[in-house]
């Protein structure tokens, strides 16, 4: 039975890392994009005088799959506990 719950364990934690890296990566990406055009539309003189330009909300898919494999995560761990501790 303990093998059982370290695969389980095993499997989500995988499941939510594939789930969750690549979201994280695009809206970082994305961030980066943005902070980078509004770093050269300052140096060109018609930057954003609002000072929060730079600030990039997750889109609800991101959103989404992040809180996805955080809870994907979360499983893993406790399954792994459980797992681990009998």
């Not at 059982?4 to 695009?26: D, E, R």
């Not at 609002?50 to 809870?71: F, W, Y």
Request: proline share 1%.
């Amino acid at each position: 039975m303990t093998w059982l719950f370290v695969a389980i364990g095993l499997a989500t934690g995988a499941a939510g890392l594939v789930i969750g890296v690549p979201a994280w990566q695009t809206w970082r990406a994305r961030a980066a994009r943005e902070r980078n055009a509004e770093r050269y539309l300052a140096w060109r003189g018609r930057g954003d005088r609002t000072g929060d330009a730079g600030a990039q909300r997750m889109t609800s898919d991101e959103r989404r799959r992040i809180g996805l494999a955080a809870g994907l995560l979360a499983v893993a761990i406790a399954c792994l506990v459980i797992g681990l501790s009998t």
